[in-house]
């Protein structure tokens, strides 16, 4: 079955530092999904990315797309104490009678002021 | 986009006793789905909760113990039976146009069982 892994598991950085997350599957990618989970909150979508070398922004968070790699990385410019949570990326698990979203761990980012 | 309420928020329950969520929708989702988010673990998928008819569940849930219901496009319940302190979790649902489309979150409902 495929796996999602994402590195790293926690991240603290200091406010307008950059950073990066990356989403690594095991098997082909079909269509990738970023959400952020604040505590005792739903996931919140951020983007989503299908087409390999595709990029896309929210705000000063954007994410990549490579194929190749089977890898998404999600890149948060001059963070901010409001980018703090866990960040989640989904795929698509792609060909099958069971095909669904499956999700990585979570990568927990704070941010310090 | 679509704005999924849930309730409770957040329950302590009892060993043996039953806590049923509630999923509400503000907008017409072709498909609903509910999850549990379990301490360390990934965001597992419980089932696909059907309107009008049983819920599909994936392998290792069962309706015994997940029963689900989906009355309408916009409404949906879980019940998780028989609590045990393994089903301490978040339970959230989601809603969306298809299994591998975007989904929205509800904002989750934390369980204890003591």
């Known amino acids: 079955s495929q796996e999602l892994e994402q590195s790293p598991q926690s991240l603290i950085v200091q406010e307008g530092k950059n950073l990066t997350i990356n989403c690594t599957s095991s098997?082909?990618?079909?269509?990738l999904y970023w959400y952020k989970q604040k505590y005792g909150e739903g996931l919140i979508f951020l983007m989503m990315?299908?087409?390999g070398g595709e990029e896309k922004s929210h705000e000063k968070i954007t994410a990549k797309l490579d194929e190749k790699k089977q890898q998404s990385s999600l890149h948060i410019t001059a963070s901010q104490p409001s980018h703090a949570g866990i960040y989640l990326c989904?795929?698509?698990?792609?060909?099958?009678?069971?095909?669904?979203?499956?999700w990585g761990l979570g990568t927990s980012l704070a941010v310090n002021p | 986009s679509a704005v999924i309420s849930q309730k409770p928020s957040r329950d302590i329950c009892q060993r043996g006793t039953s806590l049923t969520i509630q999923c509400q929708v503000d907008?017409?989702?072709?498909?609903m789905f509910w999850y549990r988010q379990q301490p360390g673990q990934s965001l597992t998928l419980i089932a696909t909760?059907?309107?009008?008819?049983?819920?599909?569940?994936e392998s290792g849930f069962v309706i015994d113990k997940f029963p689900i219901s989906r009355p309408n496009l916009t409404f949906s319940t879980l019940t998780v039976s028989n609590l045990s302190p393994e089903d301490s979790s978040i339970y959230l649902c989601?809603?969306?146009?298809?299994?591998?489309?975007?989904?929205?979150f509800g904002p989750g409902t934390r369980l204890t069982v003591l």
């Open positions: 989904g795929a698509d698990s792609g060909a099958g009678n069971n095909r669904k979203l499956i």
């Open positions: 098997k082909t990618l079909y269509g």
């Open positions: 990315l299908q087409k």
């Open positions: 907008s017409q989702v072709t498909m």
């Open positions: 909760a059907n309107q009008g008819s049983e819920a599909t569940y």
């Open positions: 989601s809603g969306g146009q298809g299994r591998t489309d975007t989904q929205y």
